[in-house]
């Protein structure tokens, strides 16, 4: 039977759920007679998870999409810009211990290797970390400037930027977006079964004070409980806690000092003796929270940790313990059923990939939904394809992060650095990179995750020297180095001395909003 995708079902209302929710609709023109029917049930008990601040640049496409306004979005979800992320105390915990990696490439990225350069001039006055020789956000970051100024029309940009956001806001804001402009239905109920069909597919799901409700195509955004995939399809889970062993958080929301307070432009993530703890600045107050290892550190000493790191605010602080189990589903999709965000799997928020993948999961199944049940099957191989590959990809990238740290004070440092815990490929990648930098050639990909020059700003951020001296030609363009280490200057002094502090630059877009074009 050829049966046409007219409804798709969304079970979840956070962030995956509604976002997903949005690109189908504002791709199939929900709110149009002959568009796709969408339809959104979540619970009216089981919270969203509530956190998840920080974004990438993704998101100013994924808002686009939807036809939402970028001044509306950040007056109403206490956004704020991100333009990277400030490492601290990653490589051997001193103070002036920190790197950069912003979100702008390396200077003239695209035509040659500045790594290479950058490396063969360690030693000589004047040279910077990379991220400052190569890069003019680490300047703009670290003088708290924002990524454009109030004259940049919406989403545009001076410098490469995403945002944080204050999760709970945001949901509420896309909901009402979604359901307003975009033709979305919302049900609020408890989705109490899964009903099936004799080819397995879900027939429909049943509720508490609903009817049952149909559907073509089911998306599970139930978060970690996985109601659909996990729990009626028994897709196992993957668990990649070997390799990355981050498993509890607590979390805090810390208010500023006082109204005009700065606003950082980054996330910093400062290493911990058995983790690490992410700062983020919102408009109203910072979202401020522990992941650690319960391996190598008791709940008592994590919020030791945390109470040192926030200071005299601590103690009237509300500290939300969250488990976290690392890793992903080893499908997304089976029969007519797709798992998006937590119901698909999660990893440590080293580097905010959460969201990225939410983005991207809405992105391919809205852009490649499948006419009909005949090629369903088709769109789920590739869909499960492609995010495999990217599960993966992401988790070698959080790993590279632990195994060039050179800390010893406690366990968890030393055990990540065992060869063990390293994945092959991971390791692969190494063994090429101690010769040369990353490239776009060792990512062959079409969905590639992150960069060459995210490993790039990683590795070199963190101190790893790759051996030129048997290629020594690579350097044979200095002309072309000497140019690009020049532009970097002139660029970083023109964005320091033009472009607002980035609460001076929020403050005028909630009074006046950006241009719009
Ligand atoms: C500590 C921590 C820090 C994080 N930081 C970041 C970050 O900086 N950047 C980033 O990108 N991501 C981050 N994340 C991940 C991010 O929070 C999530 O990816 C994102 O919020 C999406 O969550 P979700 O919608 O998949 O699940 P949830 O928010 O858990 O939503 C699940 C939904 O399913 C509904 N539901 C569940 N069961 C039923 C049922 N039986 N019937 C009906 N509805 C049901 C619930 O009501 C809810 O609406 C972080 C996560 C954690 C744990």
């Known amino acids: 039977m050829n049966k046409l995708t007219k409804k798709v079902v969304v079970v979840g209302g956070g962030i995956a759920g509604w976002l997903t929710a949005g690109r189908l609709a504002a791709k199939h023109k929900s709110n149009t007679e002959q568009g796709l029917t969408v339809v959104l049930v979540e619970s009216p008990n089981i919270p969203a998870i509530g956190v998840g601040e920080g974004t990438w640049p993704t998101m100013r496409s994924t808002l686009s999409a939807l036809g939402i306004s970028e001044t509306d979005f950040i007056r109403e979800c206490d956004a704020s810009f991100k333009q990277g992320a400030k490492f601290a105390k990653w490589v051997d915990g001193s103070?002036?211990?920190?790197?950069?990696?912003?979100l702008v490439l390396p200077q003239g990225f695209s035509q040659g290797d500045l790594a290479a350069h950058w490396l063969a001039k360690q030693g000589q006055a004047g040279t910077k970390s990379f991220s400052e020789d190569v890069c003019f956000q680490e300047s703009v970051c670290e003088n708290g400037l924002a990524p454009k100024t109030i004259r940049t029309p919406e989403f545009a940009a001076v410098a490469n930027y995403a945002y944080h956001l204050d999760s709970v806001k945001f949901s509420v804001f896309l909901q009402k977006h979604?359901?307003?402009?975009?033709?979305?239905?919302?049900?609020?109920?408890?989705?109490t079964g899964v009903n099936s069909a004799p080819n397995g597919d879900i027939s429909s799901v049943s509720t508490e004070n609903n009817a049952d409700i149909t559907g073509d195509l089911f998306v599970d955004c139930t978060g970690f409980s996985s109601l659909l995939l996990g729990q009626h399809y028994q897709v196992p889970f993957k668990s990649c806690s070997d390799?990355?062993?981050?498993?509890?958080?607590?979390?805090?929301?810390?208010?500023?000092?006082?109204?005009?307070?700065?606003?950082?432009?980054?996330?910093?993530?400062?290493?911990?003796?058995?983790?690490w703890i992410w700062d983020i600045g919102l408009q109203h107050r910072r979202g401020v929270g522990y992941v650690y290892s319960s391996k190598y550190s008791s709940e008592e000493q994590a919020r030791e940790v945390l109470a040192k790191y926030v200071g005299d605010k601590f103690s009237s602080l509300t500290v939300r313990k969250i488990p976290i189990v690392s890793g992903h589903r080893e499908k997304m999709w089976q029969n007519n059923c797709v798992a998006v965000g937590l119901s698909a799997g999660f990893l440590e928020p080293l580097e905010a990939s959460a969201l990225v993948m939410v983005e991207l999961s809405a992105q391919m199944i809205s852009e490649q939904l499948p006419q009909s049940r005949d090629i369903m099957d088709i769109a789920a191989k590739r869909f499960n394809e492609t995010f495999l590959y990217?599960?993966?990809?992401?988790?070698?990238?959080?790993?590279?992060?632990?195994?060039?740290?050179?800390?010893?004070?406690?366990?968890?440092?030393?055990d990540n650095r065992n060869p063990?815990?390293?994945?092959?490929?991971?390791?692969?990648?190494?063994?090429?990179?101690?010769?040369?930098?990353?490239?776009?050639?060792?990512?062959?990909?079409?969905?590639?995750?992150?960069?060459?020059?995210?490993?790039?700003?990683?590795?070199?951020?963190m101190g790893f020297k790759s051996d030129y001296s048997q290629n020594t030609y690579a350097l044979d363009n200095i002309d072309f180095a000497q140019h690009q280490f020049a532009?970097?200057?002139?660029?970083?002094?023109?964005?320091?001395?033009?472009?607002?502090?980035?609460?001076?630059?929020?403050?005028k877009i909630i009074e006046f909003g950006f241009n719009r074009i």
């Open 178 to 191: 979604c359901t307003e402009k975009l033709g979305v239905t919302h049900i609020i109920d408890n989705v």
């Open 390 to 414: 990217r599960w993966e990809k992401i988790i070698d990238f959080l790993k590279l992060h632990y195994i060039l740290s050179k800390r010893t004070d406690n366990a968890f440092w030393t």
């Open 243 to 275: 390799v990355l062993f981050i498993d509890t958080a607590l979390a805090v929301q810390v208010p500023y000092d006082d109204a005009d307070s700065p606003i950082a432009s980054h996330t910093v993530s400062t290493g911990q003796e058995a983790g």
């Open 487 to 507: 532009q970097n200057k002139k660029l970083t002094d023109k964005a320091v001395s033009t472009l607002p502090k980035n609460r001076e630059l929020i403050n």
């Open 420 to 461: 063990e815990s390293i994945p092959e490929s991971l390791k692969e990648a190494m063994a090429l990179w101690q010769y040369r930098a990353p490239a776009d050639h060792d990512f062959t990909s079409n969905n590639e995750v992150f960069p060459a020059a995210s490993y790039q700003y990683v590795l070199y951020g």
């Open 95 to 102: 103070e002036d211990d920190f790197y950069y990696h912003p």
